[in-house]
């Protein structure tokens, strides 16, 4: 089969901190979920498809050979934050499976920041040399606030925020977020707002998947090509731009490459024929697609597989 690029439809998601510049909308709109297992191809042989489907017929034409399994492993985000999001933890793959069910996945996440209101924060970890015991006691008594590390942000920031890592997004920040696909979220603190069934606290799940650990900003000053920004076990973030020449890469069979255009006008080269992606589209590049270039004045970010 010779695969084109996946363009699909990307899915606005309510939350009560979100704002408005992810959709044409006066509603919340706090998350655009751009590549996923549910999002729906847009056009093509296969549209009206989900990723899911896809990966689940087509696992090593569509994954590629790093993947493990025929799920799709990561989830594609624009975050848009109006309101601090609540203080939160996600656990990892082991703990998940012990405490919501076998097959369930944990969450490590990269956050890229696109854009920051002047002071705009985040809170990413506890104070150095906080001791298991203590931040077990503080999570469950309400007082982990007291330990928490807020960083202040500007675009071009990155940061790794492995599962266990307490974290939390502050208003005025627009960011790209690649992570495991789960949707499995503790809630340690949610800012005094009301109770809901949506929102509740989870703090004997948060106890038991917390590490003392803090997360550390870096910010790459972008260069020609390829650019890698961060990297785990689950995915590689890179950061793509123009050179003299169109950039070529290459799936080489080996793993899928998610694209999002942050900057710019990306044109993506395939066997002759040309899309133009606008800023804030999203692309998936099967990993059985091969090689393909891109053109134009533009910032780009790629997850794929390690």
């Known amino acids: 089969m010779n695969w084109a690029p996946l363009h699909l439809h990307a899915m606005p998601v309510e939350r009560v901190w979100g704002g408005q510049r992810l959709a044409e909308t006066t509603k ?23 990723v899911a489907q896809l990966a689940a017929e087509f696992p090593t034409e569509l994954l590629g050979r790093a993947a493990q399994g025929d ?4 989830l594609i985000k624009l975050l848009d934050c109006a309101d601090w999001l609540s203080l939160q933890v996600h656990p990892n793959d082991d703990q998940a499976a012990h405490l919501e069910g076998v097959g369930k996945l944990g969450k490590t996440e990269a956050w890229y920041i696109l854009d920051a209101a002047p002071g705009a924060r985040l809170i990413a970890g506890v104070a150095p040399h906080t001791s298991p015991e203590d931040l077990r006691y503080d999570i469950l008594s309400g007082q982990v606030m007291n330990r928490a590390v807020y960083r202040e942000v500007s675009p071009g920031d990155s940061l790794m925020i492995p599962a266990g890592t307490i974290h939390a997004l ?9 992570q495991q696909s789960s949707d499995i ?15 509740v606290l989870h703090l004997s799940q948060s106890a038991e998947v917390s590490q003392a650990v803090t997360a550390e ?15 785990c076990d689950y995915f590689v973030l890179e ?7 169109p950039l070529e890469r290459d799936t080489a069979a080996h793993t899928f490459h998610a694209l999002t255009v942050l900057r710019g006008e990306a044109t993506l080269h395939v066997d ?3 899309w133009t992606l606008n800023p804030y589209e999203s692309v998936l590049v099967p990993a059985g697609l091969g090689r393909y270039a891109l053109s134009g004045d533009f910032e780009v970010l790629s997850s794929r597989l390690p």
Do not use: K, M
Not at 34 to 44: D, F, M
Not at 217 to 231: N, Y
């Open 28 to 50: 919340p709109i706090g998350e655009l979920w751009a590549i996923g297992e549910e999002n729906v191809v847009r056009g093509g042989s296969f549209e009206g498809r989900t």
């Open 71 to 74: 799920r799709f492993p990561l």
């Open 170 to 178: 502050g208003p005025g920040i627009l960011l790209y977020e690649v």
């Open 185 to 199: 979220t503790y809630r340690i603190y949610d800012w005094d707002r009301p109770a809901s069934a949506g929102r």
């Open 217 to 231: 900003l870096q910010h790459l000053s972008p260069v020609d090509g390829v650019q890698e920004l961060l990297r």
């Open 239 to 245: 950061r793509l731009t123009p050179g003299r020449t």
């Open 272 to 274: 002759g024929v040309a």
